[in-house]
């Protein structure tokens, strides 16, 4: 029976991005895989291109994204050593892997559909790196009432007296607002029952302003057709972004634009086209 829920088939830019981390130097070679080579060398030229064109390509804002998201991550662990993460759509994100070799405090649960968890099962046993602190399970967040829907995870995963962080990079673009907001506001709900609940995540917002505007549209489109996607554009501006997070039972909303924050990702020439969110949610009786 097919699940009108699953949405594997944006999996290529699964195998991209895990081989950008590798050819970056951000994670073990048990992360590349063949396609992902395959990938990242077909999209050499276009990104040559699109570095003339607007002044960035998508290992720019790949590795913008990653590394803000990184930065805030370790500041969470520092204030709460015993800090609980959950990464939603894990892909071969190789997060998990490190973070917890670099603290000891912490536990990270790594989610994604069945056929992406059986194989990144497959490579994190090979690096020993799977334990208590360190687990895989199935989660789709379009899901409602069964064992792998959002509550259900965070509910049976998760000490309800710890705090929580839950991630999805490169997600939620893929898309339309109306469903990804459900998602969120199911999320900030979740999130509510634990002393400190914090989301983060990626988002690219729409490029009206941007003054290579018609160039990141005709890309969009191409990844649309490459990840037979409905990859869509959200928000007109941080304001907007801010907003509706805080509508949704967000308490405390922050947008990170990549130009004006420090990180070790190379900047974009013509102008940051992601933006990171860190939306926390209110704490149980506030």
Not at 43 to 58: K, Q, T, V, Y
Not at 227 to 233: A, G, V, Y
């Amino acid at each position: 029976m097919n699940n009108d829920n699953d949405t594997s088939s944006i999996s290529f830019t699964a195998h991209y991005t895990g081989y950008v981390w590798h050819h970056y130097g951000l994670s073990d070679s048990h992360f590349a895989t063949t396609r992902g080579k395959l990938f990242f060398m077909l999209l050499r030229p276009f990104e040559r291109i699109a570095r003339c064109l607007i002044g960035s390509d998508i290992k720019t804002t790949l590795l913008q994204r990653h590394f803000l998201i990184d930065r805030e991550l370790d500041a969470l662990i520092a204030a709460h050593p015993d800090l609980q993460i959950l990464e939603i759509a894990c892909g071969l994100s190789p997060r998990g892997h490190r973070f917890t070799r670099r603290h000891a405090g912490i536990s990270y649960v790594e989610a994604d559909l069945p056929g992406m968890v059986a194989r990144k099962h497959a490579l994190l046993a090979q690096l020993g790196s799977l334990d208590t602190r360190h687990r895989l399970v199935t989660c789709n967040i379009l899901d409602r009432g069964t064992p792998d829907s959002l509550e259900a995870v965070v509910a049976r995963e998760f000490d309800a007296g710890k705090p929580l962080v839950v991630i999805t990079e490169g997600l939620v673009n893929y898309f339309d607002l109306a469903t990804v907001s459900d998602v969120w506001r199911r999320l900030a709900t979740a999130l509510r029952t634990f002393p400190l609940g914090v989301y983060l995540t990626d988002i690219y917002p729409e490029v009206g302003s941007h003054r290579f505007s018609g160039a990141i549209r005709a890309s969009n489109r191409a990844l649309k057709v490459a990840s037979r996607s409905s990859f869509t554009l959200h928000f007109a501006s941080d304001g907007s972004m801010r907003a509706h997070f805080a509508s949704l039972g967000f308490a405390q909303v922050e947008v990170f634009d990549p130009d004006r924050e420090i990180t070790a990702a190379p900047a974009a020439r013509g102008g940051a086209i992601v933006r990171v969110v860190k939306a926390s949610a209110e704490e149980p009786g506030s």
